[in-house]
């Protein structure tokens, strides 16, 4: 590119209707011209050749995304990765802000995805490290997204739980269990205080539990112990599968006795959430699988916050995340911004429910609640109620004395003393010291 072309690839924020764009923050090194490299990567992922051959025309100022905002972090010695390049000189790392024209592609998330994470972005000469940090979107292109259909607010409805966290609870053993079992231990652990109870990721319609037997158990389990403890409850059934199957799949979980849906997002694609979100009547919630593939790598790939709010924007009523403690592997900066891009303001989208996981129980229930600094969270325990020394109705209550802990500002280690459940949770996290 010459002078001249690199300037269409530049623009002031305060000379474009920023209405008509979406902005993008990305992390790159740069090989070479900075400022040529940056009108490549605006080129690739936009216009690319922007003129027909002997034809005066320019496509340019109307379909190119444009450089708004550019910081030069630091001149490095060598890339972050090893990415084969054909570029030479200088490598600089860079934070630069993009606008790009939604005009180009729509109101379509897989269309969003190519253009902003695809080829032109991640084979553009001289950028040969990316990372997608960010995105932002105008009111207009969010109107034609309905987002969640309950939200937050929604599920609290449903639950009829008020000023507290949603307590989730993961089925353990995840693979294996047969209806009847699965069953009888959702059954206990609804008993003890649960709101959900889950089918974990990884279990969907197999032949040793077939969706519409589980379904069918769990449905009538959950009504029974809503009659027995005079509380709502949600049995989270996990259609996960082909795309071309999952209205089917949906139909068979709900008629059976499902009432709220959980799809491993990004496996089946977000366009697939989107569908079965204007499709579904009942809660819809996403899990991660797939997430750190491409978002744990600190200057390579894409910001798990992006992928965050595009599943909100997609429908997901609650967005199951890495979540704090060691075993997730992800920065508690990193944590925090996920919950929060959940329930930020986002034009007309309704917020959705924040659920951090990994390793939870009782005894870190008052951690994540401060560091989540609000009630607006779902709390997702696996072994912290299935694995309970007292069974899994003891761990849902465990769970639920830890809340009245907090809720009456005492240590757990004290209120631990007049109730049993909890205290076998300490005594158990001390035995295995």
Not at 272 to 279: Q, T
Request: glycine fraction near 8%.
């Amino acid at each position: 590119m010459n002078a001249e072309d690199v300037k269409g690839f530049f623009a002031s924020r305060d000379t474009l209707d920023m209405e008509q764009y979406l902005v993008l923050d990305y992390y790159l090194e740069c090989v070479g011209d900075i400022e040529t490299a940056l009108a490549h990567f605006c080129s690739e992922q936009s216009t690319a050749q922007w003129k027909r051959v002997g034809i005066d025309e320019d496509f340019r100022p109307v379909h190119a995304a444009k450089v708004i905002g550019l910081e030069i972090v630091e001149e490095l010695s060598q890339l972050s990765y090893p990415v084969k390049h054909a570029e030479t000189g200088k490598i600089h790392a860079c934070r630069v802000t993009i606008a790009h024209p939604h005009c180009n592609f729509g109101p379509k998330i897989p269309n969003l995805l190519t253009a902003v994470c695809g080829e032109g972005t991640f084979f553009t000469p001289g950028v040969p490290v990316v990372k997608l940090m960010d995105i932002a979107f105008p009111d207009t292109y969010l109107a034609d997204f309905e987002g969640p259909r309950f939200g937050i607010e929604g599920l609290r409805n449903i639950l009829h739980a008020h000023g507290r966290p949603i307590f989730f609870g993961v089925v353990k053993p995840n693979i294996g269990l047969s209806p009847e079992e699965f069953c009888e231990i959702a059954h206990q652990s609804w008993l003890g205080g649960l709101d959900i109870a889950k089918d974990d990721e990884m279990l969907a319609d197999v032949t040793w539990s077939a969706m519409a037997d589980r379904a069918a158990h769990l449905g009538e389990a959950r009504r029974k112990a809503e009659a027995e403890t005079g509380e709502p409850k949600i049995y989270l059934a996990n259609i996960t599968d082909e795309v071309d199957s999952l209205i089917e799949k949906h139909d068979v979980a709900v008629r059976n006795g499902a009432n709220a849906l959980l799809l491993n997002a990004l496996p089946v694609g977000l366009s697939a959430v989107r569908m079965l979100s204007n499709y579904t009547q009942v809660p819809l919630i996403g899990h991660f699988p797939f997430i750190a593939s491409f978002s744990r790598m600190e200057k390579y790939g894409i910001h798990s916050r992006v992928m965050t709010k595009l599943q909100r924007l997609a429908g997901l009523d609650a967005v199951i995340m890495p979540g704090f403690g060691d075993r997730m592997m992800t920065p508690e900066e990193e944590v925090v911004e996920n919950i929060e891009e959940c329930t930020k303001p986002m034009g007309h989208i309704k917020p959705c429910l924040p659920v951090p996981g990994g390793s939870d129980s009782a005894l870190t229930l008052e951690t994540v609640y401060r560091k989540v600094g609000n009630v607006d969270f779902g709390f997702v325990p696996g072994r912290g109620v299935f694995g309970h020394p007292m069974g899994p109705k003891a761990g849902a209550m465990s769970i639920r004395q830890a809340w009245e802990a907090i809720e009456k500002g005492v240590s757990i280690e004290s209120y631990s003393q007049s109730h049993p459940e909890l205290k076998a949770m300490l005594d158990l996290a001390v035995a295995r010291k």
